[in-house]
């Protein structure tokens, strides 16, 4: 620590990241005399290695393309717009694809006999079933970060009384974007004045948050140090586990003067909503059991061939949808399509404007 602040005059030290292996450099998080973050990388002989600006990382950009694609709320708006769309033709075509009358064979596998579309429409239909549980999990496990559905979320939460303490998760209405829950420093906070006087030096909180064995990467947070999630730390030194798989997250804080523990607390204390979101979230980032986990996210991502049905099936020559079969509207579909957009409010307005449009559209002119 005191070699990263000798190195950056001005800045307040922020927090201390263990290692994860002996010999690796500590990484220190220093808050910069202008209001920026910044992580300086310590070898274990003290000689300051280097240092970066979190949100420059390559992960930080990926993350804030895959977030609001470089277009702030709009860039949102238009992915959760895209998830929620995407969930409707999940729902739809899992209906369309119950087997009327059941057959085994292009249904739960395809008749690779068949040629041209017929053997694609196969394909379709039987990797649509089997992936559609995953992409839906996948879906729905994102929407907590978007900017509507998120919000509303946040609001739901709040208002129904159904959790206590701070959500643990960013939407883009929170700072103009998703964060995916990586340690990305982004605490760049004003810091008020620290006074640790009466505090045991940082090593001896190291040393405590060795002996915790936590999932890393592993944070050591001195008292009044801003939190990413949440207000400061108070008057306690907080030992907290920062992985993505978060049903592995604990968090301890300790008295500064004797190093005694004040509070504990780990996934189980958290209440049932809360451990089902952030359960998702870790599937959703691929974190949850490991490269099994990343390896049926991509599978998932492959697996989708509906842009090659449309296709096939869309007016040669044209950008547009296949041609309707009737319009007539079943109630029980009218009242579907109702929930959902109650479920899933930019899909609800979405429909509004096209139905909308679409009456504009059919008016017959005055000649």
Do not use: C
Request: charge should be positive; aromatic fraction near 8%.
């Amino acid at each position: 620590m005191a070699a990263a602040l000798a190195a950056n005059p001005g800045a307040r030290f922020q927090a201390y990241r263990l290692p994860v292996q002996p010999g690796d450099a500590a990484m220190i998080q220093l808050g910069l005399a202008n209001g920026k973050t910044s992580e300086a990388f310590v070898s274990p002989q003290g000689k300051v290695l280097g240092a970066i600006e979190p949100t420059s990382r390559i992960s930080s950009v990926v993350a804030l393309i895959h977030g609001s694609l470089l277009l702030g709320q709009w860039g949102d708006w238009l992915i959760e717009l895209a998830a929620s769309w995407t969930i409707v033709m999940i729902l739809t075509g899992l209906y369309m694809w119950w087997p009327r009358p059941f057959a085994l064979a292009g249904t739960l596998w395809p008749r690779l006999s068949l040629r041209g579309r017929p053997l694609l429409k196969d394909l379709h239909r039987v990797i649509g079933f089997w992936i559609a549980g995953l992409v839906l999990v996948m879906l729905a496990s994102g929407l907590p970060w978007a900017g509507a559905w998120g919000s509303a979320f946040q609001m739901a939460r709040t208002q129904l009384g159904l959790v206590q303490g701070v959500q643990d998760w960013k939407t883009s209405a929170d700072d103009g974007h998703a964060h995916h829950g990586t340690s990305d420093g982004s605490m760049a906070t004003p810091m008020p004045p620290m006074d640790h006087g009466d505090s045991l030096p940082l090593s001896v909180f190291v040393g405590i948050a060795q002996t915790e064995e936590m999932a890393p990467p592993v944070m050591v947070i001195p008292p009044h140090a801003p939190q990413r999630f949440g207000p400061p730390t108070t008057n306690v030194w907080t030992v907290k586990s920062e992985t993505q798989n978060r049903p592995l997250t604990r968090q301890v804080t300790y008295d500064p003067a004797m190093a005694m523990e004040v509070s504990r607390s780990d996934f189980a204390d958290r209440h049932i909503v809360d451990r089902i979101v952030n359960t998702g979230i870790a599937w959703h980032e691929g974190q949850l059991f490991g490269l099994a986990n990343q390896l049926l996210g991509l599978f998932t991502a492959i697996g989708i061939l509906g842009v090659l049905m449309w296709l096939s099936r869309r007016p040669e020559g044209k950008l547009a949808a296949p041609p309707a079969v009737s319009d007539a509207v079943p109630r029980g579909l009218i009242a579907a399509i109702i929930m959902a957009g109650l479920l899933l409010p930019l899909f609800g307005a979405s429909v509004l404007l096209i139905w909308a449009a679409s009456r504009i559209l059919r008016r017959p002119r005055a000649v």
